[in-house]
C-alpha cells in the first residue's frame, strides 16, 4: 500500500508520516508531481495554515489539475484533513474570498467569534454517521475527535456529511464517492483518528 501525501508546503506532515506507520503503512511519499501522485494507491491532502496561501500555492504548482485527473477523473481515494478538507469545497472567506477544489458543495466561512471562542480547538463530539466507510466499526456515538480550526464548512447538499456542533451543526467530515474529508485531525485524536484512517487505508 503506497500513501502520498501531497506537498504544497503546508500540512503537518510529520505527524501524518508517523501516524501513519504507527498503523502499519510503511510506504509513505511526500510528493507534488503527477508521476509520484499517480503511482499511489490512495492520496491524502494535509493542511495546516490559512486556504488563501494553500490554493495559490496549489495552483502555482498545477496539483489541481493533476488532483483533477488523477482524483476526480480516474477515482482514485483522496482524505483531505482540516484545511485540506476545506480545500476540496468551493470556496472559503478566509484572506478574501477564493475558490476551492470545487470537489464537494460545501462553502468555508469564519466562526462568529461573538457567538463562540475562536479558533474551536480541542476534542468535540462528531455525530457520526455509520454508512460512512470511515466510520465502520465505530460504536460508540458520538464520537470524540481533536480539532483546531477557525473556519468550518457547511453545506446545503447530500455530501454524505457528518456535523459537529459549535455555534450551529458545521461539516466534521464527509465521503463524497472516492473523496472524503475530516474537518478535525485524525492524527492528533488518538483511538478514533487511528480506527479512521485504518478504515481509509483498507476500505476505499
Ligand atoms: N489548523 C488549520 O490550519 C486551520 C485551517 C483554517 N486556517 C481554519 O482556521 O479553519
Given at each position: 500500500m503506497k500513501i502520498a501525501i501531497v506537498d504544497y508546503g503546508m500540512g503537518n506532515i510529520r505527524s501524518i508520516v508517523s501516524t501513519l506507520k504507527y498503523i502499519g503503512v510503511e510506504d509513505v511519499v511526500l510528493s507534488s508531481d503527477f508521476d509520484t501522485l499517480n503511482c499511489a494507491d490512495k492520496i491524502i491532502l494535509p493542511g495546516v495554515g490559512s486556504f488563501g496561501k494553500a490554493i495559490t500555492q496549489i495552483r502555482?504548482?498545477?496539483?489541481?489539475?493533476?488532483?483533477?485527473?488523477?482524483?476526480?477523473?480516474n477515482k482514485k481515494p483522496l482524505l483531505g484533513i482540516c484545511l485540506g478538507m476545506q480545500l476540496l469545497g468551493m470556496s472559503s472567506t478566509e484572506d478574501g474570498n477564493n475558490d476551492g477544489l470545487g470537489y464537494v458543495d460545501g462553502r468555508v466561512e469564519k466562526f462568529d467569534n461573538s457567538l463562540v471562542k475562536v479558533p474551536h480547538v480541542g476534542?468535540?463530539?462528531?455525530?457520526?454517521?455509520?454508512?460512512?466507510?470511515?466510520?465502520?466499526?465505530f460504536t460508540e456515538e458520538p464520537a470524540d475527535f481533536y480539532f483546531t480550526h477557525s473556519y468550518r464548512m457547511t453545506s446545503n447538499a447530500d455530501i454524505n456529511q457528518?456535523?459537529?456542533?459549535?455555534?450551529?451543526?458545521?461539516?466534521?467530515?464527509?465521503?463524497f464517492g472516492n473523496i472524503a474529508g475530516a474537518q478535525f485531525h485524525p492524527e492528533l485524536s488518538q483511538t478514533n483518528g487511528l480506527r479512521l484512517l485504518k478504515n481509509f487505508i483498507d476500505k476505499f
Amino acid at each position: 500500500m503506497k500513501i502520498a501525501i501531497v506537498d504544497y508546503g503546508m500540512g503537518n506532515i510529520r505527524s501524518i508520516v508517523s501516524t501513519l506507520k504507527y498503523i502499519g503503512v510503511e510506504d509513505v511519499v511526500l510528493s507534488s508531481d503527477f508521476d509520484t501522485l499517480n503511482c499511489a494507491d490512495k492520496i491524502i491532502l494535509p493542511g495546516v495554515g490559512s486556504f488563501g496561501k494553500a490554493i495559490t500555492q496549489i495552483r502555482e504548482k498545477n496539483i489541481d489539475k493533476y488532483l483533477n485527473e488523477i482524483v476526480v477523473d480516474n477515482k482514485k481515494p483522496l482524505l483531505g484533513i482540516c484545511l485540506g478538507m476545506q480545500l476540496l469545497g468551493m470556496s472559503s472567506t478566509e484572506d478574501g474570498n477564493n475558490d476551492g477544489l470545487g470537489y464537494v458543495d460545501g462553502r468555508v466561512e469564519k466562526f462568529d467569534n461573538s457567538l463562540v471562542k475562536v479558533p474551536h480547538v480541542g476534542f468535540n463530539q462528531v455525530k457520526i454517521n455509520n454508512s460512512l466507510k470511515m466510520f465502520e466499526g465505530f460504536t460508540e456515538e458520538p464520537a470524540d475527535f481533536y480539532f483546531t480550526h477557525s473556519y468550518r464548512m457547511t453545506s446545503n447538499a447530500d455530501i454524505n456529511q457528518c456535523y459537529c456542533n459549535y455555534q450551529d451543526d458545521f461539516v466534521a467530515s464527509f465521503e463524497f464517492g472516492n473523496i472524503a474529508g475530516a474537518q478535525f485531525h485524525p492524527e492528533l485524536s488518538q483511538t478514533n483518528g487511528l480506527r479512521l484512517l485504518k478504515n481509509f487505508i483498507d476500505k476505499f
